[in-house]
């Protein structure tokens, strides 16, 4: 054994906690996690590994401690999938009983079994198990247990914890009349400029290109991450590492739209003007987007219109928005507020504890900046609502689909107001894999499994109620995160983490019961390093799953497109590769080449390339797709015709395609090294395409037209 060996007693710790010892790399290798990590993860998890006596202390606290509570801290399941656990000490009886969320109650039955027993602190405690009925509403409920000692008719003890009943299955996605399957535009809105815009895409854009694609036939439009963002320079320009995943960010905000620009003075008028003028320029500059002049600019917007007093109608709705939102939204507003006044500045470590009595003080003294956040999320709350209403007037079943990143920024919002949620000196990440061989660091903290279901899964549904309240679909970025994790111990490499498991059952279970409430489809990003049995979960629970073109492989070429899943978004690229124009040119390989991500020398990269490329275009020929001498518009079309042969339910067609944009939008494993997610739209020319000339864009409209007839 060596030093990096775990011991026995430590290897069942972290197995008791989730944490993986062993795993099967991408390449097909069985790996054994060293004991620095193991021990590295679960000190992040609040367990002392200090010593060998502190290890075998922590393995027995975490045998019997779910022995010692009458109930979970929560309990989340489908009818009839798995029971409640319920420890009753001997010599008691036990009565449940469910407070709905109805405002009814309900006794819930416990059949009888005959229960296992083990002494726990010197006393007996019998463990029950309670299946949930057939017919037990869904929702978000809340059971209590009430314990009674034999020959006693009072009631001693009692026990509550939140019960979430969740659905069995997800209904297909909906479908324009007369057809079984849909198709939509994906595209990074921020990329996607109109002559009104001001410098970047933002929601007025979302409603008018939802519009544009629903009138070519599609049925929802994909955009990037539209989480909250820095409120002040610099800002993170990955939409996939927010501040916060709970609210939205008002950099997407169109300014003019805002009814109180009615009421300006002329004078505030021009201030909206003036601020606008500059960053509108860069419209047509084909280059870059800045995200900080465009929201240094919004800002001196947005605060001229701010003052404007609302009506009382306007207001009501304002005060109903706030109220609804509660606490968490005042604590985003104060930590945006926060932001503002230590900008340019050291922030004191009190000023990173939301208990602290600085930051107490500051809620008060910044009140006014606080009003002008909260108000922020009720305008881009309204905006969104307005271009979800614009994608179902064009006749979109579906309508906007948002993008759920995988984590949050580990200074942002979300990880200051809710830091006892978050693993702190771990970040999320990925293992070496075929694209990215040196792993990945996302540079996000992960949650803490533990403290997920100690709040009952609270956080996970405000998250998705925002995100669907004017929406029609989400996807989730690398849903395996929902089943285990990369964690990646701070200071070291990607390559020296291991997996940690979610209660998957419960995360999955309170995502679906939020989308069905709100009508919406779910479809989780599984590409890469999937463990067994994942996909066919999400299908059988009606979640679908993803699949790209290029990533299908059979042997030494592409698996026929009649063997795709049904219950997948079928996609020819993503936006970690080059536009298909880009790949076809090798692209992928160059740009890994350039900025030294290559582990194996450029020329066997380019051969390999080379080798996927003729076997997608053999496969294209063999089935009368494109002829001997195809251009790039044409081998892009049939690529696409080739993925609207496949039974998927969903197919997306991505903008860069429809318009030959050649340049990747993010090439994981850099940060400085590449613009990532500041490239705006642009055609094979290197030519800026407005959102005002794409309905008459050839390229565009014959593409769909291509796609809308397959259907």
Known sequence: MTDDSPTPDLARLAEAHGIATEYWSFFGDRVQVPA?????????????????????????????????????????????????????????????VVALEDGSWRDLPIPNQQPVAREVDGVTVWRIEVPLPGDFPLGWHTVHAFLTPFGSAEETAAAHAGLVVTPERMPDPPTRRGRSRGWGLMAQLYSVRSHASWGMGDFADLGDLAAIAGREGADFLLVNPVHAADVTSPIEPSPYRPASRRFIAPLYVRPEDIREVAYLTPTERAVVEAARTPVAASNDDPTRIDRDAVWAAKRVALEAIFVVPLSAGRQAELDAFAAGEGQPLQDFALWCALEEHY????????????????????????????RFHVWLQ????????????????SGMPIGVMHDLAVGVHPQGSDAWSLRPMYAQGMAVGAPPDMYNQQGQTWNQPPWLPAALAASGYAPLRDMI?????????????????????????EGLSPAAGTYVRYDHEAMIGVLMLEAQRAGAVLI????????????????????????????????????????????VLATVNTHDLPPTAGYLADEHVALRARLGLLTRPVEEELADAD???????????????????????EVIEALYALNTQTPSQLIGVALVDAVGERRTQNQPGTDTEYPNWQIPLADGEGRAVLLDDLASDPRFTHLTAAVDAAF
């Open 36 to 96: 620095p990590t193991l021990r590295a993860v679960l000190t992040a998890m609040h367990v002392d590994t200090s010593t060998d006596a502190a290890v075998a202390a922590a393995l027995a606290e975490a045998d019997i401690a779910p022995w010692r509570a009458l109930l979970p801290p929560s309990f989340v399941s489908r009818p009839g999938a798995r029971p409640l656990p319920v420890h009753v000490p001997d010599g008691h009886d036990v009565r449940l």
């Open 343 to 370: 900008e340019g500045a050291e922030r004191p470590a009190e000023a990173w504890d939301i208990d602290s009595p600085l930051v107490e003080a500051l809620r008060a003294q910044l009140a006014d900046r606080v």
């Open 378 to 393: 009720w305008i881009c709350d309204q905006q969104l609502e307005r271009a979800q209403a614009a994608a179902q007037a």
């Open 465 to 489: 109620r925002t995100l669907l309240r004017h929406a029609g679909a989400l996807r989730i970025d690398h849903v395996i995160g929902l089943f285990r994790l990369w964690w990646i111990p």
């Open 524 to 567: 989780g990003e599984d590409l890469g390093n999937v463990e067994p049995g994942v996909r066919d979960y999400l299908s059988d629970r009606g979640i679908l799953g993803t699949s790209v073109l290029w990533f299908e492989r059979e042997g030494d070429g592409f698996r026929p497109p009649e063997q795709y899943r049904r219950s």
């Open 611 to 633: 080798a996927e490329r003729t076997a997608m275009l053999d496969l294209l020929r063999q089935r009368g797709l494109i002829g001997d001498a195809p251009t790039e518009a």
